[in-house]
């Protein structure tokens, strides 16, 4: 698993990722995040508009 740190999240997220990602969710309250790989470029866009955000750190789980 890949845990990403978020101190000020946005509505979207852009990462370069060298994996193959199979799931990825808010590890506060377990609901899964939409997310998108850009074609051949290793970046995958994550849909963060429903995420409940945290005051401090937003913690977002990934399977890959």
């Known amino acids: 698993k ?3 740190h ?6 979207d ?3 370069k990722i060298p994996y193959q990602i199979k ?3 808010a590890f506060k ?3 899964a995040i939409k997310f998108t790989k850009a ?3 290793g970046y995958y866009v994550f849909d963060l508009r429903d995420v409940s955000k ?3 750190d937003t913690v977002i ?3 890959r």
């Open 39 to 41: 074609a051949d470029t």
């Open 2 to 4: 890949i845990y990403i």
């Open 29 to 31: 309250d377990k609901k």
């Open 61 to 63: 789980e990934i399977e």
């Open 23 to 25: 799931s990825a969710k």
């Open 6 to 11: 978020l101190f000020t999240p946005q509505e």
């Open 54 to 56: 945290d005051e401090i």
């Open 13 to 15: 997220l852009s990462i």
